[in-house]
Every structure is written in structure tokens, then in C-alpha cells.
């Protein structure tokens, strides 16, 4: 099993920044060299790819609306991805999910673990 707990977030002005994490744990992580997607859910809305990152940290996709403003990473050291998140927009404004999986997948279905979800505000 894989135990997935998120960090920051919180309220922001527009063209603002904010950092998360994600911080694994459990054998699975390592042993199956998962890779780790964000998404977000806004109030009434589905649950949407943000970004993900390889194992390797070689390959990485974005959502269309936040490429060149966020950028995913990590550190299989610590075991921690991180969503760096710049410019921020009100549109921005969810809460965000890591999620852990076996590939490098859009779709939340193919995520098998999740974050525990961090509230994002963006005020205008």
C-alpha cells in the first residue's frame, strides 16, 4: 500500500504563488516506481488532471491552462512530488490531490492512491 499526505496551499492573491506536496509512503512506492499526477476539484465540479511526473522525473504533462505556470516535480529521496504553481488565477482555486499510479496517465481512474486533498484560494 501507498500513504499519500499533502502540504501547503492556502489563500493567495492573483499572480500569486503557492507550492504543494506530497509526501509517499509504504513499500509499494518505491518497489513499483510509481508516477505522480495533481489534480483538482472545484465546488460541483469533476475531479481533473493538473499534472504529472514520471518515476524518473524525465517525462511530465501538463493540463492545457497550467503549462507554463506550474511545474511538477520530485525527489524519490524523500519520496515527495511537488507542485509549484505561479501566476495563480481565481480559476485556479480547488482542492488539490496527489495521486500515486502505475503510469504516467491523465485520467483519475488510473491512479490507484490519493492525497488527502489541500484547499487552494485564489483571490481576485
Known amino acids: 500500500q501507498v500513504q499519500l499526505v499533502q502540504s501547503g496551499g492556502g489563500l493567495v492573491q492573483t499572480g500569486g504563488s503557492l507550492t504543494l506536496s506530497c509526501t509517499a509512503s509504504?513499500?509499494?512506492?518505491?518497489?513499483?516506481?510509481?508516477?505522480m499526477g495533481w489534480f483538482r476539484q472545484a465546488p460541483g465540479k469533476e475531479r481533473d488532471f493538473v499534472a504529472v511526473?514520471?518515476?524518473?522525473?524525465?517525462?511530465?504533462r501538463y493540463e492545457d491552462s497550467v503549462k507554463g505556470r506550474f511545474t511538477i516535480s520530485r525527489d524519490n529521496v524523500k519520496k515527495t512530488v511537488f507542485l509549484q504553481m505561479n501566476s495563480l488565477r481565481p480559476e485556479d482555486a480547488a482542492v488539490y490531490y496527489c495521486?500515486?499510479?502505475?503510469?504516467?496517465?491523465?485520467?483519475?481512474?488510473?491512479?490507484?492512491?490519493w492525497g488527502q486533498g489541500t484547499q487552494v484560494t485564489v483571490s481576485s
Open positions: 495521486a500515486a499510479g502505475g503510469v504516467i496517465g491523465t485520467g483519475k481512474d488510473e491512479y490507484n492512491f
Open positions: 511526473i514520471s518515476w524518473s522525473g524525465h517525462i511530465s
Open positions: 509504504g513499500r509499494t512506492f518505491s518497489t513499483q516506481a510509481m508516477a
